[in-house]
């Protein structure tokens, strides 16, 4: 988490809840068992007057959220007509990085929120994953092992022990604005139970949100996950799980190469690039390269907030765009080894990579070239001339984000994109006079294996509306943002969520610290004034925890538990000196770095226009030559009644349509395949959980008689699961903590 808004925060809290009910821990049953961890970035500021350093805003936000999300799935008595209950079971700890909110669950299950104070450990997203990475799974599971090591134990048996349960543990990593349901959790934690050598398993991402941009997104997501996530799983792995929900294997992590080379500190331009751009990218490349498989589940759905507005997708999208290719180039380098290792890379599968490298690196040449069909077309003009005048506005776009500002270019990408979007009307009503030709034949192919696409997931057929605002918007999605994303390179900055927008106004501070110190099981240390505040007792306008704390002599036992104990406090000291110390200021260093993004950004942005700019001359070319290297075809109208015009089309440009095209029929057999596929796992899911609540009921469990209908009448693409039906899974085998 870092500047989520409370309406963002709810989300996720609740998916927490959810699992926590289906999944209670005081069932002795379970095949699973849960734990959460929130770690929060930045979530302390200075305040005028004090000593200490305060939460701010964002955390007090999300404590107030779990309070009312605890309430809610606590609720026994349906009456309207009472008080808010204290929380039962909560403690606020003092630790190196920060500070540490533990919550009990109403189901048992513990949920930890770890502040993170900037000034003390390091922020930003991957060094928060390697923060639990080594909580987790060194301090929680490793540990143990060692200590009854130490105590004399066999260490054979405490290593195969320890193999195993390292073997079924996994991490769900999330977002903090993630919305899911438990089923979706299931399905992932199926994959990596049946398949010992996954290492990794994604879901059905969906976008949410309101406006144009969100309409956009939600249809290239589809596409996304239909065409291209269908295409790696079948034919090789999945290269990038997403770290808004994704399933990790605890043994793939702790695997050679992979945990400790992800706490690799940027030193150069492109590590910055790859390592802090996409860490989510980069992890699963990792994890490819040591031989692991990483799997799409379109069947386990999850929900995360899109970009509502032209800018800060186009930030976001800075960041994806160059970060996806460093780390295509960097898995396709490694390509030979890499199949050596690992069984799910092919030779076949790295063509295919190269392939669609290849397409991307050629994109905005081939959206220059649908231009000037269009252009050609409108205005009746000679190709050659339309080709040059399609040209002509990208050339002047990249030369001006070279000397204008981020938000400038933007705005003038958004302009551009309104006027492409008319070219693109322009370019679809042409198609009913060269329906015959390559590429009448190759848009309305694509439409009609889109709408075919659609209909194999029922669930989202809908979402084809959103496909005519896509259709027109090509130009920006692949041509601008293009452009945008190779100049603005060097910048490394985040993008998303600079500034938070509060949706929901929260309770006042006061009114939340009151709450805190509800809880009957603990009481709080104020670090600030050196005072225990009692059950009404008073605090800062903020909960407080200092830097520095010193332990108040009067304090119970039962008080001091506001410090974590020494063996703990020592594991993080270790590892904040190895990994995780504040990055100091070094304005040498910084001013390196910045030239040398700069060149890096240069160089590549070199390469991509020399190869557009050598693709359009070839195309300029051929076509300035005339007829003698060219195919003839006869225009025809819908009617299939010739025009008696011809049409005279390059054979290089015939290839590359044909090419594109076979990419495109790949990715719609391995679709369909997977369809067939995903239908089968769902079916035996859905058929263990049914047995599973029956055997459960007869035990003596309440569940709702409803539950085993609807899960009869769901289809296979629909997870959802209702938080009124905690429903648990009794399979043969180890317990699966999560």
Known sequence: MWHESYDEMMKMIISMFRLDKYRPRKNTNNDVSFESHIYFDDAFKDVKGSKGRHVNEYAEDLVEVIREVYNIFNEKDSCIFKESPPLPCQRILHTPYGGRLEYTLPNGNLLMVHFKDKLLIRHKKRWSQIMYLYYILGWRLTRKY????????????????????????????????????????????????????????????????????????????????????????????????????????????MDDNVMKRYTTKATEASHYVQYDQGEDRWLCTLLLQQGWRVEYNAASDAYTNAPQDFKEF????????????????????????TSQRNSSISKPFILYQILSMAASIL????????????????????????????????????????????????????????????????????????????????????????IITAALHPKEFHLVVYGLLYFISIPSGYLLLTIYSMVNMNNVSWGT??????????????????????????????????KVADQNGQLPETVVLANEPKVNPNLTSQDNNSL??????????????????????????????????????????????????????????????????????????????????????????????LGFASLLLIQFFAMFYHRIYTLIHFVAFVNTESKTERRQSDDGMQIPDMLENELKDDKYFDTFLSIENPAAIQQQGQETPV
Not at 383 to 404: D, E, G, M, Q, S
Not at 497 to 524: D, M
Not at 565 to 575: A, P, Y
């Open 564 to 657: 974590l104990n020494k063996e703990e406090e020592d594991f993080w000291r270790e590892l904040q000196k190895l990994y995780l110390e504040p990055l100091a200021e070094d304005k040498e260093k910084q001013k390196k770095i910045t030239n040398d993004l700069k060149e890096l950004r240069n160089k590549v942005t070199f390469i991509f226009f020399i190869c557009n700019a050598m693709w359009l001359v070839a195309t300029f070319t051929l076509q300035a030559i005339g007829t003698s290297v060219t195919i003839k075809i006869p225009k025809s109208n819908l009617n299939l009644t010739q025009t008696r015009e011809y049409l005279f089309i390059d054979p290089v440009g015939l290839m590359f349509l």
């Open 497 to 530: 969520r600079e500034t938070g927008v509060q949706v929901a106004a929260p309770p006042p501070a006061k009114a939340i610290t009151q709450r805190i110190l509800q809880a009957k099981c603990c009481k709080f240390l104020c670090w600030d004034s050196g």
């Open 146 to 253: 060692f200590k009854k090591f130490e105590q004399g134990g066999d260490e054979n048996g405490l290593r195969e022990k320890m193999m195993k349960e390292k073997d079924n543990t996994y991490l769900l990593a999330l977002d903090g604005d993630t919305d899911f349901q438990p089923y979706a959790v299931m399905l992932l934690i199926d994959r990596l139970k049946l398949y010992p050598r996954v290492g990794a398993a994604c879901g059905r991402i969906h976008p949410t949100g309101t406006g144009p941009m969100v309409w956009y997104q939600k249809f290239e997501y589809a596409v996304g996950h239909w065409l291209q996530k269908t295409a790696e799983h079948v034919f090789g792995s999945v290269l990038c799980s997403p770290g808004c929900f994704s399933l990790f294997r605890g043994t793939a992590l």
């Open 363 to 450: 994109g905005p040449a081939t959206i220059c070239l649908m231009i000037s069909g269009s252009l050609s077309f409108i205005l009746d003009i000679d190709p050659n001339v339309a080709l040059v005048l399609a040209t002509v506005p990208p050339v002047v776009y990249l030369l001006l984000c070279f000397k204008l500002k981020s938000d400038t270019q933007i705005a003038i990408a958004a302009v551009m994109s309104v006027l492409y979007a008319f070219l693109m009307i322009g370019t679809a009503l042409s198609i009913q006079q060269t329906i015959w030709t390559p590429s009448g034949l190759f848009i309305i192919g694509l439409v009609l294996m889109n």
């Open 314 to 337: 186009y930030n976001q999208r800075r960041r994806w765009g160059p970060s996806t290719m460093a780390n295509t180039i960097d898995l396709l380098g490694s390509g030979s080894l």
